[in-house]
């Protein structure tokens, strides 16, 4: 799937559980932690052309890396959203749009 419609994807889940004062944030946390766990396309290696392929949809997308890469999303987004949300909606909306 492209980055676009991975993202998209993932704003849906987060902005169907959100409270409806959260739902345009919680769509974009999701939206952006979506689009995160394609950036495993970003491995490559001049000596081996065919790596990115080999880790490609590899450990970004297991069932075990999905709280961890949220845990990455929220500790990303944090910097930017500050307080808007508490830490615990962010990890929450981000984990369910990464898990997407």
Do not use: C, N, W
Request: avoid cysteine; hydrophobic fraction near 50%.
């Amino acid at each position: 799937m492209d980055p676009l419609s991975q993202g998209l994807v993932g704003a849906v889940l987060p902005g169907s559980v959100s409270g409806k004062k959260e739902v345009r944030l919680a769509s974009l946390v999701g939206f952006l932690s979506g689009m995160l766990a394609d950036l495993d396309i970003l491995i490559r290696s001049s000596e081996d052309p065919l790596l990115v392929l080999d880790y490609h949809r590899q450990f970004t997308h297991s069932l075990v890396f999905i709280p961890l890469g949220g845990l990455i999303a929220a500790g990303i987004l944090r910097i930017f959203l500050g307080k808007r949300l508490g830490f615990g909606k962010l990890y929450l909306y981000a984990t369910l749009g990464y898990a997407t």
